[in-house]
């Protein structure tokens, strides 16, 4: 099967703009999660998804929002983006998001703000 | 709330040295453990997680749950071996979803 894929793999977008990323689950896998990486805070989770709907969010701002569609596909948006929002965004993908199941990483978007 | 601490940022040993990599938790239920590696300039992957009891490539991890720890041990370490190691911690119970929590990561480097 082929993996997690996530674009665009890297972006740059300036202070103030907004930025939709998108992630494609193995197929099959109903679950999708987004992880932001920085060198500061580690791998810190953002919200997962399941059956078009968030069911777990993060502690993060409301300016990070996502979306899944009917085929698993996923986006995730920040808007009004800051310097700090600079990072590697991380989606990863399970098959029913259970707490013991593994969840497979894409390679990740990376974004810098200007 | 959970939390994963892994002390060590960078754990260096000699070819066929044993190695030992240190994952302490804190959660109030019943955790699932895992270890995710990331070998340069590849994606994160699972290495091994505590329900599989699985030894993969030659790693193995017992889960204590007297002393909250997740350690990963390998008897002789190789070249190959050398990646950033991420103990993880998933909550049974948890509102919705497998949430990770991640440790800081220790950069595993095996020299010759």
């Known amino acids: 099967k082929a993996g997690v894929t996530q674009t665009p793999r890297y972006l740059i977008k300036t202070r103030g703009q907004q930025v939709t990323l998108s992630c494609s689950p193995i197929?099959?896998?109903?679950?999708v999660s987004w992880y932001q990486q920085t060198p500061g805070q580690g791998l810190q989770f953002l919200f997962e998804?399941?059956?078009?709907?968030?069911?777990n969010k993060g502690n993060f701002p409301g300016r990070f929002s996502g979306r899944q569609f009917s085929n698993s596909r996923s986006e995730m948006n920040v808007s009004t983006l800051e310097l700090g929002d600079s990072a590697l965004y991380l989606c990863?993908?399970?098959?029913?998001?259970?707490?013991?199941?593994?969840?497979?990483f894409g390679p990740g978007t990376r974004l810098l703000v200007l | 709330a959970q939390r994963v601490t892994q002390p060590e940022k960078l754990l260096s040993v000699f070819k066929g040295a044993p190695v030992e990599l240190k994952c302490n938790y804190s959660?109030?239920?019943?955790?699932?453990l895992f270890w995710y590696v990331q070998y340069s300039r590849q994606r994160l992957q699972l290495l091994l997680r505590?329900?599989s009891r699985e030894s993969i490539k030659g790693f193995t991890a017992d889960l204590n749950k007297g002393e909250t720890s997740f350690h990963l041990k390998k008897p002789f370490a190789q070249e190959e071996d050398s990646a950033m190691y991420y103990c993880?911690?998933?909550?049974?119970?948890?509102?919705?979803?497998?949430?990770?929590?991640f440790g800081t990561g220790t950069q595993l480097k095996v020299e010759l």
């Open positions: 990863a993908s399970s098959l029913e998001g259970q707490y013991q199941e593994t969840q497979y």
């Open positions: 197929s099959g896998h109903r679950s």
């Open positions: 998804y399941f059956s078009e709907t968030q069911r």
């Open positions: 505590h329900i």
């Open positions: 959660y109030s239920g019943s955790p699932e």
């Open positions: 993880a911690l998933s909550g049974f119970g948890d509102v919705g979803g497998n949430k990770l929590t």
